[in-house]
């Protein structure tokens, strides 16, 4: 079955770094654009950022543009958020996603990783 | 605030059929796709594209969309529906992906 495991998700002072990855199995991972999703405790869904299969494309949302890089490798099949520069309001739980670009949704979740951003 | 609007909280009496709506402008060019979570468990997904479920979603899940707004309907709510379900889709600008403030389902 298909299994997205995250990790590097831990606790940060304001204006630290991280980076989290994904461990992708059960999939044909170099088919598949892949995302980052997050959640801030007790808050919804927050779309952080896409990447296309042959990492051609990113995207990104206006909250994190110029602060976090996503990147994978397809040897690998691993995903990557390095989060830079980061603020009291990235504290969340990061979700590794696979997407379905052709109709935009999200059909593999894994369990997420925790990222406190805290002094 | 999201460009996608949900009602923070519904209730339905078991068994019955509740829709939950979600409505934004982008909507009237894309399709939503919708999301279950449950507590301390990661989303999943029940409906996408036009109205398809993946394997494994029961039948009672629906979906339909009339202009701006998406629809995800429950036929015959059970128990173990009680969870948050939230909306995705694109933004305005049809740039970027978001997600809907989500809906707290309560089966009475």
């Known amino acids: 079955q298909v299994q997205l495991v995250e990790s590097g998700g831990d606790l940060v002072q304001p204006g630290g770094s991280l980076r989290l990855s994904c461990a992708a199995s059960g999939i044909n991972f170099s088919d598949y654009f892949m995302s980052w999703i997050r959640q801030a405790p007790g808050k919804g869904l927050d779309w952080v950022s896409y990447i296309s299969s042959s990492s051609d494309y990113t995207n990104y949302a206006d909250s994190v543009k110029g602060r976090f890089t996503i990147s994978r490798d397809n040897a690998k099949n691993s995903l990557y958020l390095q989060m830079n520069s980061l603020r009291a309001e990235d504290t969340a739980v990061y979700y590794c996603v696979s997407l379905k670009y052709d109709l935009d949704y999200f059909d593999y979740w894994g369990q997420g990783t925790l990222v406190t951003v805290s002094s | 605030s999201s460009e996608l609007t949900q009602d923070p909280a519904v209730s339905v009496a078991l068994g019955q059929t509740v829709r939950i709506t979600c409505q934004g402008d982008s909507l009237r060019t894309f399709y939503a796709s919708w999301y279950q979570q449950k507590p301390g468990q990661a989303p999943i997904l029940v409906i996408y594209?036009?109205?398809n479920r993946p394997s494994g979603i029961p039948d009672r899940f629906s979906g339909s969309n009339s202009g701006n707004t998406a629809s995800l309907t429950i036929t015959g709510a059970q128990t173990e529906d009680e969870a948050d379900y939230f909306c995705?889709?694109?933004?305005?600008?049809?740039?970027?992906?978001?997600f809907g403030g989500g809906t707290k389902l309560t089966v009475l």
């Open positions: 594209g036009q109205n």
């Open positions: 995705n889709s694109r933004d305005s600008s049809g740039l970027h992906l978001v």
